[in-house]
């Protein structure tokens, strides 16, 4: 299974941005769907982004981040990337990225270090 290794979080101001990256030890060519997903304090993980590579490249969003965030992958450099802009308090959460086969392995899927994202009001 490739290792993945989340950076770019960071404390911010409401309405600022940051770009978080995932960084695969090894090829994400041929993973399905790769994905941010997030979780904070005493609440369950909930499904950010995610980003297939199939034959269309289908994009899922939260319906809470949709028109804010941008998830992108970079399969030569073997990246993911969030691009987070008009952030919100509700967006403060520890954020991990996921190679997924399908997107609701997202609910098991082991944990790395994940990045945190805190947003001040």
């Known amino acids: 299974q490739v290792q993945l290794v989340e950076s770019g979080g960071g404390l911010v101001q409401a309405g600022g941005s940051l770009r978080l990256s995932c960084a695969a030890s090894?090829?994400?060519?041929?993973?399905?769907?790769m994905a941010w997903y997030r979780q904070a304090p005493g609440k369950e993980r909930e499904l950010v982004a995610g980003?297939?590579?199939?034959?269309?490249?289908?994009?899922y969003y939260l319906d809470s981040v949709k028109g804010r965030f941008t998830i992108s992958r970079d399969n030569a450099k073997n990246m993911l990337y969030l691009q987070m802009n008009s952030l919100k308090p509700e967006d403060t959460a520890m954020y991990y990225c996921?190679?997924?086969?399908?997107?609701?392995?997202?609910?098991?899927?082991?944990r790395g270090q994940g990045t945190q994202v805190t947003v001040s009001s």
């Open positions: 996921a190679a997924l086969n399908y997107y609701s392995d997202f609910i098991d899927y082991p």
């Open positions: 090894g090829s994400i060519f041929s993973i399905n769907v």
């Open positions: 980003i297939s590579d199939g034959g269309g490249g289908s994009i």
